[in-house]
């Protein structure tokens, strides 16, 4: 099955220890994203990636790092988390970002708690 | 800047009736445009896209869009709602060549019975 994966899907952390959120697909997509969801704001990308070894910020990357070593992972990291990065999580892949193969695939969502 | 805004952040309507969640844009050239839907507790799901050509997408789930480039807008409608189309939905662009796809702040839908 097509499938976008996030893990942890639930995760209660305290200010400044690292964690890491994991994303894969399988679907030999190149693009890959991820995305904050607030009340009020929608959808913020945070970064995205191109292909293995590109990346690029999106428009809220303060605070995170991404890589992608890997076509299928696109992990997202948290050095130092702090309380204004409490929020849901998305991971979305698409074969590309435009086009006719324009469609993200979008992962069930990572609910982050930072207290 | 370039922007998708939707001016509802919510929306009731009784089930039966028509529907009409509204989404303008601004780009410098004719963007893509995407309908996405959240069910609760969920991740997004594509409704539909428009990239040029016939100015009426037609979707999944009995929904319909319709491009108008005159009044910079790109509005998803549906003729009689179900209580299971109860969800948020987001409208979203992004320019031709473009990598960064922006995301309107979504619209609450709730359908009464």
């Known amino acids: 099955e097509a499938q976008v994966t996030q893990n942890p899907r639930y995760l209660i952390t305290v200010t400044g220890k690292k964690l890491t959120v994991t994303c894969s697909q399988n679907?030999?997509?190149?693009?890959m994203s991820w995305y904050r969801q607030d009340p009020g704001l929608g959808l913020r990308q945070i970064y995205y990636?191109?292909?293995?070894?590109?990346?690029d910020k999106g428009d809220v990357p303060e605070g995170y790092k991404v890589s992608r070593k890997e076509k299928r992972n696109f992990p997202l990291i948290l050095e130092s988390p702090s309380p204004n990065q409490t929020s849901l999580y998305f991971c979305?892949?698409?074969?590309?970002?435009?086009?006719?193969?324009?469609?993200?695939?979008f992962g069930e969502g990572s609910r982050l708690t930072v207290l | 800047a370039q922007s998708v805004t939707q001016p509802d952040i919510h929306i009731t309507v009784s089930e039966g009736a028509s529907l009409e969640l509204r989404c303008n844009y601004s780009?410098?050239?004719?963007?893509?445009l995407f309908w996405y839907v959240q069910s609760p507790g969920q991740g997004l799901q594509l409704l539909l896209k428009y990239f040029s050509g016939d100015t009426l997408v037609q979707g999944i789930k009995g929904f319909e869009a319709e491009f108008k480039r005159s009044q910079s807008s790109f509005n998803l409608r549906k003729p009689s709602v179900h209580w299971s189309d109860a969800a948020e939905y987001f409208c979203a662009g992004v320019t031709g060549g473009g990598n960064k796809l922006t995301f309107g702040t979504g619209t609450q839908l709730k359908v009464e019975l």
């Open positions: 990636s191109m292909n293995v070894e590109v990346t």
């Open positions: 979305a892949s698409s074969l590309s970002v435009t086009g006719v193969a324009g469609e993200l695939f």
């Open positions: 780009y410098g050239a004719t963007p893509y």
């Open positions: 679907m030999n997509h190149e693009y």
